[in-house]
């Protein structure tokens, strides 16, 4: 089993940053591949950003690209989500996730464990 919790939401303005933290505990996670996704009121989960096990393949989806960056501490079972540049349409609960496989993925069902999530409020 692998437990994830996530840290670093808040409430920021609109054009700001922050940084999100997962870490992870129960196993290492160090040889799979990490997610993230996001769940704003009234809408489906979507995702966010993911990468391989090794840090060296990332993927985004097109509404944050050149504006996240995902990166992984393998060291401390720990993955990141650095945004910036952030609108208010990216407010949300952002669930960090960890996938069996070892490549970066966008699809929800290819990740097996979930955080419980963290509240992302960008006001305008």
């Known amino acids: 089993q692998v437990q994830l919790v996530e840290s670093g939401g808040g409430l920021v303005q609109a054009g700001g940053s922050l940084r999100l933290s997962c870490a992870a505990s129960?196993?290492?996670?160090?040889?799979?591949?990490m997610g993230w996704f996001r769940q704003a009121p009234g809408k489906d989960r979507e995702f966010v950003a993911s990468?391989?096990?090794?840090?060296?393949?990332?993927l985004y989806a097109d509404s944050v690209k050149g504006r996240f960056t995902i990166s992984r501490d393998n060291a401390v079972n720990t993955v990141y989500l650095q945004m910036n540049s952030l609108k208010p349409e990216d407010t949300a609960v952002y669930y960090c996730?960890?996938?069996?496989?070892?490549?970066?993925?966008?699809?929800?069902?290819?990740?097996?464990?979930w955080g419980q999530g963290t509240q992302v409020t960008v006001s305008s």
């Open positions: 990468i391989n096990w090794s840090g060296t393949n990332t």
């Open positions: 996730t960890a996938s069996p496989n070892s490549y970066a993925t966008g699809v929800d069902h290819q990740f097996s464990y």
């Open positions: 129960g196993r290492t996670v160090s040889t799979v591949a």
